[in-house]
Structure formats: C-alpha cells, structure tokens
C-alpha cells in the first residue's frame, strides 16, 4: 500500500483501522485502508483528523507529538512513509521563531512531521547570500531551544530528510507561484500529497492557513480568539513550541527575580538600529524616540496604582537609548537611591538566588537603579555581540523574560517584540515612527501579514478567497493613549 497524502503508512493505516473497527474480517480492514490510503483519505482528509480530534491546544500539541514520534519511528524501517516539512527560518532570532511557528501551523493542518533546517543544510541557498542568511546566525538551534516533546532539528534526522530528498518528489513553498493560493484557499494536504518533501524558507509570520475557510475554524475552536476574533495560536502553542534552554531559562529566572514580585511591571522596547542587534541609530526620529516611549511607559500606569513603586525593564539595541529613556523614568522619582551591579551590592543581596542565578546576574552585566519611592528600574549594560553564541543566548532571555511584564511599551519595526508579546497577553502600546504617537493594541497576536501594505496587495492579487475583513487588521490599532 502507498502512503496517502497525509503521510499515512499500511502500518499505521491497519492499527487506525483496527481501533475503529473492533471485531471485523482481513479483508474489511484492507478495504479500510485501501480508503484511508487514496486521494483525499477516504471519509475525511487526513489533513484534518489532528485538529478534528484535539479538544484544547494542549491536547493538539500533544497529538502532535505522539504522531511525529510514531511517524518517525515508522521511517526508520520504512522511509519513504515520511511525508516531511522542513522548515528553513531567515534572518535574526525573532524572525526565525516566526517562521518557525508558520512551519508549525502548516504541519498541524497536513499532519507532516515537522523538521527545522536552522542552517539551511539541505536546500539551495538564494543566489546573493545575506549577512543574516544563515551563516550570520552564530548559535545553533539546540543551543537555543530544546525539543518541544518530538524530535525537531533537521541535524538529527539529517540521514532521513536526505534520503527524502534525494529518492522523493520535493516541493519549495517559497518559490511556487501558487503557494498563497494553495495555503489560503486549498485543502493543502491534498495540494500537497504528490510531494514527499515540503520545504517552507521564509523569515514571516506566514498565517495563511489560520484564514483558510477549511481550517480556520477548526484552529478557532482549539485555540480560541480574543476580544476582536484574532485566533490565539501564538498565546496557546506559542509557550509549547519555543522552550528554553536551562541557560536562558536561569538568564530569565533571576531576570524576573530582580523585577520583584507584588508590583507593577512595566516593559520598555527601544529598537534603534537595523536587523540583527544593529547597534547604530538608523530611527528616523532616534533623538525623540526613546524619551517618547519612556513617557508613554509612565502614562499607561493606571491612575489608582501611580502612587505605588514600579518596575521597568529596558531593552534597547542602543546604549545612548537606554540612558535617555533611563533620564525620563527617574526624572518622576523621587531621588535615586542606589545604583547596583555586582553581587555584593545591598540591593542585589537581599534577593534570594540560587548560585546559578547569582552567576548569570554577573554575566549578564544587570544595573539595578532603586529609587526612594521603592521604583526600580532594570537592564543590561552593553550591546549584543551579534557574532557570539553566548550574546544570542542573553537576547533570547530578554525576550522571554519581558514576556513577563504587566505591561509593554515598544517601538514599531521590530519583531523581538512580536515575539514577546505574544507569548503571555498583556496590554502593549506602541510609539509610532514619525509622529512618535503613542497607541495601544488591541490584540497580542501578531499582525497578519505584518500589515504589509505590499505583502497583503500581493496576497489579494494572487489569491480566489481574500477576505479583507479578516486579513486586513486595521482594529488591532486602537485610538491614542
């Protein structure tokens, strides 16, 4: 029997079979299978059964992995039964953990298993090499990320993935001129079935599939939507998929010790430069932006809690930022009081940390400023070596770490914040470019399309079911602050 279009192996087939019929004859489960083995998958298409018989995000994640893990046992004795999706993420951090989970969303919906290609091992590269593409990127993606309960790296199932390639029939997404059509408007797993291997190499939050009329409502149904009807899959999957490091995880934790429990947290993102921890100040409007964000950090503090002391953390990919934003915060305090960064400092020493904690608190360089009103605020000093392994590891912590914040104030432009807010919902304001304007969001989930003007022309033009109600977000900008 061959696989049908979901990956469906004989082995597997006759098992589903069994378990659906449980006192039949040989011949009424070959038929059985026969069905599920055709184009289509018989009753129902396989593309379908996951999201179908998950009850809650978590249940899909773990229906996931438990058919990643069988079907990836199944290959080692039978490899042509994989039907594989390797995922080929560009650019710096938060652009790849998009890609990654537009790979994700993609698997969930065509059952095949999925695998990251972090250095782009087994496909072509572009013809004009990028800086960030992929030899920019120092760490490797098990120095970042651990498995979320299946085997996702490309590097440990390098042997299968090239069998694939080389014996199977394989298809770029991002070369093929009907991709949009196909991932909006398409039964994609039967779009799919004719090839055994799928490659998806992009840097974009690429959700088509959440807005196809033949998924999107099964996605809905698992994952939920927020006040204005956006699907929450980055708030449900997006904690499931991406988990740290223990590293970055004890980055995070003593992180969120220094923020002090009880209190208000407040997030402050600064994004001066270009991609990739630019340190240089490219912003159009760099000499007001960081004093703008920092007012709008001290204005989205509810008036019943401004007598209280807060915390505010600040990231910025510039120093000069830091310290501006840093002026506008203390100037409403009431005389600092300390300024810590060693271990011994008293400010530091009365936080209960484990050794490791205390450790990371010295290599991460942190600057405490505790003022008299009990406000303190928190960053790094120093900039991101964009070429050191350890200094992706200290990013990536901060990211994560301000996904832990109460509330968040960033700059436009940048997708390290995408990612950080999207983890754990909070009410996020942003400052916009030119007139340094400050709004909040109505949704925490990424835009669709990063409400690219151009990527959602070309999606329009390209596609037969483009619904500008829900690909175009214009609510999720709501009124000035």
């Known amino acids: 029997l061959k696989p049908g279009p979901g990956g469906q192996a004989p082995g597997i087939c006759l098992r589903r079979a069994s378990a659906m019929v449980r006192t039949t004859s040989t011949s009424a489960l070959l038929i059985c299978c026969l069905l599920l083995a055709m184009p289509g998958g018989g009753a129902r298409g396989e593309e379908t059964d996951l999201l179908l018989a998950a009850t809650s995000s978590s249940s899909l994640f773990e229906l996931y992995s438990q058919h990643h893990r069988a079907a990836l046992e199944e290959a080692r004795t039978n490899p042509r039964a994989a039907r594989i999706l390797v995922c080929q993420p560009l650019y710096g951090l938060a652009n790849r953990l998009r890609a990654m989970m537009s790979c994700f969303v993609i698997a969930l919906a065509t059952n095949r298993i999925m695998f990251v290609d972090w250095e782009h091992q087994h496909t072509k590269f572009y013809e ?93 149904r698992i994952a939920g939507r927020d006040e204005i009807g956006v699907i929450n899959i980055w708030k449900e999957l997006g904690p499931r998929l991406f988990r740290p490091v223990k590293e970055v995880r004890v980055m995070m934790s003593a992180l969120e010790k220094l923020f002090l429990p009880d209190r208000l947290k407040v997030g402050l993102h600064i994004r001066m430069g270009g991609n990739w921890f630019d340190q240089a100040d490219k912003h159009p409007r760099g000499d007001k932006l960081p004093v703008e964000i920092a007012k709008c950090s001290i204005a989205v503090i509810p008036r019943e809690r401004r007598e209280e002391p807060v915390t505010y953390f600040l990231v910025s990919d510039n120093s000069t930022a830091k310290s501006m934003a840093r002026y506008v915060l203390a100037s409403g305090e009431r005389g600092e009081r300390a300024r810590c960064s060693l271990l011994e400092d008293d400010c530091l020493a009365s936080i209960p940390m484990s050794r490791e904690e205390r450790t990371a608190v010295a290599l991460l360089n942190v600057r405490v400023f505790d003022y008299r009103s009990g406000s303190r605020i928190v960053m790094l ?21 301000m996904s832990k914040v109460d509330r968040l104030v960033r700059s436009t432009g940048s997708t390290f914040m995408t990612v950080a807010y999207s983890f754990l919902p909070k009410p996020t304001w942003y400052v916009e470019e030119r007139s340094l304007n400050c709004h909040k969001q109505a949704t925490n989930e990424p835009m669709a399309l990063g409400n690219s003007d151009a990527i959602i022309n070309q999606v329009a033009t390209s596609t037969s079911c483009f619904n500008p109600k829900t690909m175009i977000t214009f609510p999720w900008i709501a009124s000035p602050t």
């Open 128 to 220: 004009k090499e990028i800086r960030d593409m992929p030899g920019g990127q120092p760490a490797r993606l098990g120095d970042l990320l651990e498995p979320p309960g299946f085997a996702w790296d490309a590097q440990d199932a390098r042997g299968l993935i090239s069998e694939r390639f080389s014996s199977g029939k394989v298809l770029h997404l991002a070369d093929d001129v009907e991709r949009d059509e196909t991932l909006l408007c398409r039964n994609i797993s039967s779009a799919l079935s004719q090839y055994d291997v799928v490659t998806l190499k992009t840097y974009f939050w690429w959700e088509l599939a959440l807005h196809n009329p033949l998924y999107e409502e099964k996605f809905a």
């Open 381 to 401: 000093d120093g900039q991101v070596n964009r070429e050191s392994v350890f200094d992706v590891k200290i990013a990536m912590a901060e990211m994560f770490a």
